[in-house]
């Protein structure tokens, strides 16, 4: 399996400050080669950012706030979104939504910022990288609202039902699968969840070091993710799909090339 993306990887996070080259080459020697840093702040935007720039081949970031951040929002942080955006390495605007499953910020202030965030994606011409966890709904409702945005708009680390897949679907959204489907338990929903999305409207990710797969053979020593477990993801999303892996794979890298415009 070659050619795989990552569309989401949180490479700046403190458990990879030791290794992060190290993480990169390792998932390039089973097939993953470019991969997408998630932004969820003003600070760590700019950090992805920074660090993406030096590996233009291989490395993308995002700039965006987070739903749990939204509260440390004001008048100043969409102007300093957009700056981020300018660079080159920058492909979306997020990981922007709502998260009503641990309120971290008031849902008003949630919705608020979501929408502010969903205006630099207008103005910038680029995709949206969506969050969305027990926020259905209002989630949708924001996005209806956005014609121009919406088939540009990817709702990353899906963990939704198979309607809630039906209706992103028809309103044009592709959907990121991540390692939650590994999960035997928790992971129930999404299983039958990928049987209504068309493969040409897919992209998988790891929310490395996030989410760690669950349904090894053996157990990695590590119990942290990372990008080299993609493939792997892949084949358990290409399983439940009923889905050859390696087509799978053509499909979807080339739905997240062109997404992201990589």
Known sequence: MDNLIDIGLNLMHSSFKKDRVEIIEEAKKVGVNKFIIT???????????????????????????????????????????????????????????????????????????????????????????????????????????????????????????????QNYIDLGCYIGVTGWICDMKRGRDLQEAVSVIPPEKLMIETDAPFLIPKNFDQKPKKNRNEPKYLPHILETIALCMGMDAEELAVQVSKNTKEFFKI
């Open 39 to 165: 932004g969820t702040n003003v600070h760590s935007s700019q950090m992805a950012a920074e660090y993406a720039s030096k590996y233009p081949e291989t490395l993308f970031s995002t700039s965006g706030v987070h739903p749990h951040d939204a509260k440390t929002c004001n008048g100043h942080t969409m102007f300093e979104l957009e700056k981020i955006s300018k660079k080159d390495c920058v492909v979306a605007i997020g990981e922007c939504g709502l998260d009503y499953n641990r309120n971290f910020s008031p849902q008003d202030l949630q919705r608020k910022w979501f929408e502010a965030q969903i205006e630099v994606a207008e103005r910038t011409n680029l995709p949206l990288f969506l969050h969305e966890r027990e926020a259905h709904k209002d989630l949708y409702d924001i996005l209806k609202r956005h014609d121009s945005i919406i088939e540009k708009s990817v709702v990353h680390c899906f963990t939704g039902t198979k309607q809630e897949a």
